[in-house]
């Protein structure tokens, strides 16, 4: 049975029938009561007759038999009078109780319609949607062009249709028809029809929650339900049939990136029968509707003809292969909205016009943090397992994170830490948090050798607090124990609350002040009318939670075209411009871009979308949601490129935007940004919106993933007992993406070992962070293999800050064991299987620097890779990133902070909260601590969690305020840490890095140019580059293009060849709207 259904007839009441069994649509309701009206006037008639006989009469009454004196006469009127009065009130009294009985029979009447469910007649209705079908804007219907052109596009077979684009849809002025309406009573009213009697109240309870999923039990709903069909009107060719509903439809045929030959077709909507249930929620303000749910009860029966756009030719479009295809393209479109599915929308906001996003879809972010792993069985032949974890939903089974591959180990140890956002459609879904480790094979496919599962409830009742855990692996198949234990930590961190303590005008602080008041100068984008909803409009992101979501969307791009930049080709005409000016005239056609953006985050390709195929205003409307670890020194970077075949897609155009320059006076931001750098014009329009979550880390987990480790100091030494073993050793080093070397001609043995630099620069990239350490080898003259091994890893160090480190030196067999696994500090005695003597201690400087540089060049082997560091470069060559990225805040947040604004204020609400040290109270945030890291002097451990004060929080993740740099413009600046200028490197500010910092400063800033030559040459590169990036030089002909694209094509086959039997693990792909949500 049908959970949507609606509840039987009443039987003694009226039986159902079918609404369209009947030629008519005569109701068959119980008979109306009369028209009394007449009735009522015969009557009233009768009674003033009757009145003036019994007056009359009692008169002639007294006349003839008491003798006509004057008191008889009197008493003869008086009792006429009284009979007369009597007759009168017992006729209202009698019309009323009429009346009454006549509207309660009405009431019985309409409450029989809609108890029998018998439908409504609508030709009213038919007549005014024909009246208004003729002026609807057809622009209206372009979002559902959309969500066909991407069902298709997921659809086509790649190998047969290169691309799928639908020009548009129209309405024609042959309107749709509405066959019949009936209202369907409320879940209430089912609740209590005894035929319902029999299911439990579980049962009862379930199948509503299924249905409704409201919110707000107590709010009241009207239900709707009509069928609707349409038929179209018999035409002869493509002009007449416009008439009709029709979609231009537009098939590339070819293979994808080598060519595409475009097939135009007129598809033609020839019929459609559905039914469609609606329910309205209803609420006290205006507009009085506040949420609208639709969905088909059923797929709808639909029918659709295509025929050629070209009068040559035979019509074979009507052949099975495509007139079957478009029908089942349509079909998967209206699928989506198919009941249990519906459409939800917010009615009231739409009225209102607001349109901001001012929420993101995820609640929340899960933490976990992956320790290690004990007993693991052994896999291989050797005896040994090649280990890794991922992260996934149980049942949606797609992997959201992976942990690097520890190799021939049964007792790995990983300290890797992640965030997953949670939706609420996978709280409904019953999802489970699923942790699998798995054996990866280099031919094969990995072996799972146990999983976890946990109830996403049960972190979700801890929120606030990371649960330590020691759970013992399960089987795939059977759900029995097997060998292996897991320690890991979890917990869920739900979005924060906007500070009302923090609200600013929401103004545009790039406009100048003298102008702001002006209307002009304000966004022209609708507002929510309640007050609670504006918050995100004028409330900027906390600097005290700096973790949080981040939901980029692409709306569209506005005056895309080429640019027009081509030589005269022959005699130069006198006095005419050298290039086509001016806006471009056509929105479609063959000469204008096939254009897509991707979306970089903190320089990691996090999406792409789809193609929009030759226009010069495409919509995407895509958008993307991604847990960023500090909103202060994220970059988002969105770039535009344009598909095409036997070549490389040439970039159009990127803009980087900065979160902390973006989101000054406001939580989110709709804007549009200038696309430059490539080969194109145009400006996309984009929203960005940032919501903090209630997870404080230090300062040392709060970097980015990509990024390079620089050597500061031209000296590195060795000290200790074991150092002369190193004398005129050769040192490389090696990151988790390229290794370099220190030749033995730099080493030095004035005053100890040691090893000068003489200016050589040393950049090592790196590509996962938080997974990956710097290993460095030392080799002796007279051997092959290193003698010792220091491991430094990155989830140590702070970026972006100068550190001066003292590195064990191990001398040891068990490499892997040293160098894979995580171990902290001179601490080897944890590890059973390391046999480790220490023999010196190797002292470096260096920087960890976030983002992409030239370094990350050597491993850029796949187009993903090549396009972003392509956007990465044309943002430098424009100007809109630097190379270094700062942890900053705006000048507006700056006040805040200075004023105590920032300051957490607990509501009345809140029972538990710790005392900050200054006389305020503070809620007791959570900071998960890394199992082997020494604490610092402000980590205060309780238990298995570390609940740190707001004083000790800002000491730790948080440094000193610079007042005459960050500050210049107010002097009455609080400091938030000492006043001890030593104290700057071990702390962190609310708003920004330390600017004095000279370690921070590259060499180009800090005018130091070790390497002249090689600086010239890398300039030289980086102009050639940028030629070939806009297409200039060589680059502007297609057949170099074609054999760039040629050799580039065949490396990355190589190494796709070479990864197949690669030791990786099961890494989530790259999103994309046509594998958004699968």
């Known amino acids: 049975m049908d959970d949507l259904a609606p509840p039987e007839a009443n039987p003694t009441i009226a039986k159902e029938i079918s609404q369209h069994s009947t030629k008519t649509k005569v109701l068959h309701y119980p008979k109306p009561a009369g028209n009394l009206d007449a009735i009522h006037s015969k009557i009233e008639s009768a009674i003033a007759t009757l009145t003036v006989s019994v007056v009359i009469g009692t008169v002639l009454l007294n006349c003839v038999f008491v003798g006509g004196k004057w008191k008889g006469f009197v008493a003869s009127t008086f009792i006429g009078g009284v009979l007369s009065a009597a007759l009168h009130l017992w006729l209202k009294r009698l019309q009323a109780d009429s009346i009454d009985r006549n509207w309660e029979s009405e009431r019985q009447r309409a409450k029989a319609a809609v108890d029998s469910l018998i439908p409504e007649t609508t030709e009213w209705l038919n007549e005014i949607i024909g009246t208004v079908w003729q002026l ?33 849809i129209s309405q024609g002025s042959n309107p749709i028809r509405i066959l019949s309406m009936r209202s369907l009573p409320d879940a209430t009213s089912t609740e209590k029809n005894p035929l319902n009697a029999d299911q439990s109240d579980a049962e009862t309870r379930k199948k509503r929650k299924q249905r409704e999923q409201e919110d707000d039990p107590d709010s009241k709903y009207y239900n709707l339900e009509a069928s609707f069909a349409y038929h179209a009107l018999k035409a002869t060719g493509v002009a007449s049939k416009a008439q009709n509903i029709h979609l231009e439809i537009a098939f590339y045929l070819g293979v994808r990136g080598l060519f595409g030959v475009p097939l135009p077709i007129f598809a033609e909507l020839s019929g459609i029968v559905g039914t469609v249930r609606l329910r309205f929620q209803m609420t006290p303000n205006p507009p009085f509707i506040k949420n609208l749910s639709m969905t088909f009860m059923g797929l709808p029966k639909i029918s659709v003809s295509v025929v050629p756009m070209t009068q040559r030719g035979i019509n074979v479009l009507n052949l099975p292969l495509i007139s079957n295809f478009v029908n089942y393209a349509v079909g998967a479109a209206l699928d989506e909205y198919v009941a249990p599915k519906s459409l939800s929308l917010d009615v009231g906001k739409m009225l209102e016009g607001a349109a901001v996003q001012q929420e993101t879809e995820a609640i929340g972010v899960i933490y976990v943090k992956i320790h290690d792993a004990t007993g693991i069985p052994a896999m291989d032949r050797g005896g040994g397992s090649d280990t890794y974890i991922t992260l996934a939903f149980s049942q949606f089974g797609k992997p959201v994170y992976c942990t690097r591959v520890i190799l021939k180990d049964r007792n790995p140890s990983w300290e890797e830490d992640t965030c997953i956002l949670l ?77 009302k303590s923090m609200k600013t005008t929401g103004e545009d602080i790039r406009v100048p002040r003298e102008l702001r008041h002006k209307q002009e100068f304000h966004e022209e984008i609708a507002v929510p009318t309640a007050e609670d909803d504006k918050l995100a409009l004028n409330v900027p992101p906390d600097p005290n939670y700096p973790t949080g979501i981040v939901s980029i969307t692409i709306h569209e791009i506005q005056h895309l075209e080429f640019e027009r930049s081509k030589g005269t080709f022959g005699k130069i005409r006198p006095y005419s411009p050298a290039q086509v000016v001016g806006e471009n005239k056509d929105e479609e056609g063959s000469h204008l871009p096939n254009a897509y953006c991707t979306i970089m985050v903190n320089d990691v390709l996090s999406f792409k979308t789809r193609t929009k195929v030759s226009s010069s205003n495409p919509m995407f409307s895509a958008a993307v949601e991604r847990y960023v670890r500090d909103w202060r020194n994220t970059v988002i970077t969105v770039a535009a490129r344009d598909s095409r075949h036997r070549e490389h897609d040439p970039l159009l155009g990127v803009c980087a935007i900065k979160l902390s320059e973006a989101l000054q006076t406001s939580s989110t931001v709709t804007r549009l940004y200038a696309l430059d750098g490539g080969i194109g014009y145009g400006m996309v329009s984009l929203t960005i919106l940032f919501r903090s979550v209630g997870l404080q880390v230090p300062r040392n987990l709060l970097g980015w993933d990509i990024g390079s480790i620089e050597i500061m100091d031209d000296l590195m030494t060795a000290i200790g007992p074991g150092a002369q073993e190193l004398l005129n050793s050769r040192i490389v080093m090696t990151s988790d993406c390229d290794t370099k070397k220190v030749p033995r001609r730099l080493a030095v043995n004035d005053n100890g070992v040691g090893w000068n630099l003489n200016g050589l620069t040393i950049r090592l990239p790196v590509r996962q962070r938080y997974g990956s350490a710097l290993r460095l080898e030392f080799y002796s003259r007279m051997s092959r293999k290193p003698i010792a091994y220091a491991v430094y890893w990155l989830n140590e160090i702070v970026d972006n800050q100068t550190t001066k480190l003292s590195l064990p030196v191990w001398k040891t067999k068990n490499v892997n064991a040293l160098t894979q696994n995580y171990i902290s500090g001179n601490d080897i005695t944890v590890r059973e299987n390391i046999d480790a003597e220490q023999i010196a201690t190797f002292n470096v400087t260096l920087r960890f620097k976030d983002g992409l540089d030239e370094s990350h060049r050597s491993y850029m082997d796949s187009n993903d890779d090549r396009e972003t560091f392509d956007a990465f470069e044309a943002c430098l060559a424009e100007g809109s990133r630097r190379r270094i990225v700062k942890r900053e805040t705006g000048a507006t947040i700056k006040k805040l902070i200075a004023t105590g604004a920032t300051e957490d204020v607990p509501d009345d609400e809140e029972s538990e909260v710790v005392d900050a040290g200054d006389g305020t109270l503070a809620p007791p945030p959570t900071r998960p601590q890394m199992r082997g890291h020494e604490p610092s002097q402000t980590e205060r451990p309780t238990g298995e969690n570390i609940i740190m004060n707001e004083e000790d929080w800002k000491a730790e993740v948080m440094s000193v305020v610079d007042s005459q740099d960050e500050f210049s413009e107010d002097e009455n600046v609080r400091r938030i840490a000492g006043d001890d200028p030593d104290d700057v490197d071990e702390r962190h500010d609310l708003s920004s890095d330390d600017d004095d910092d000279s370690g921070n400063k590259s060499e180009e800033e800090r005018g130091v140019d070790p390497d002249a030559k090689r600086a010239r040459k890398e300039r030289k590169m980086s102009e050639k580059r940028q030629k070939f990036r806009k297409h200039r030089g060589i680059m502007q002909w297609r057949p170099a293009r074609n054999m760039i694209f040629l050799k580039d094509e065949l490396k990355v086959g190589a190494q796709k060849i070479k990864g197949k039997f690669g030791m990786k693990g099961r890494q989530p792909g790259l999103e994309t709207e046509l594998n958004q949500g699968m």
């Not at 559902?144 to 684009?165: F, G, R, W």
């Not at 999983?451 to 089987?475: C, K, W």
């Not at 961190?493 to 500070?499: H, M, P």
């Open 423 to 499: 939706h609420n459609q996978q709280i409904t879904a019953g999802e489970k948090l699923s942790v699998q480790l798995w054996d990866s094979d280099r031919i094969g496919k990995d072996d799972m050798v146990g999983r976890i599962e946990f109830d996403l409830h049960d972190i979700i009742a801890n929120e606030g607090v990371m649960q330590t855990r020691s759970d013992t692996l399960v089987g795939e198949k059977d759900g029995k124990e097997v060998p292996g234990k897991l320690n890991w930590e979890v917990g869920f961190f739900k979005r924060t609350e906007f500070k």
């Open 136 to 168: 609807i804007n057809p622009e209206m219907f372009q979002p559902a062009a959309d969500t066909l052109e991407d069902i298709m596009q997921a659809s086509v077979p790649p190998s047969i249709i290169e691309n799928v684009k639908v020009s548009g």
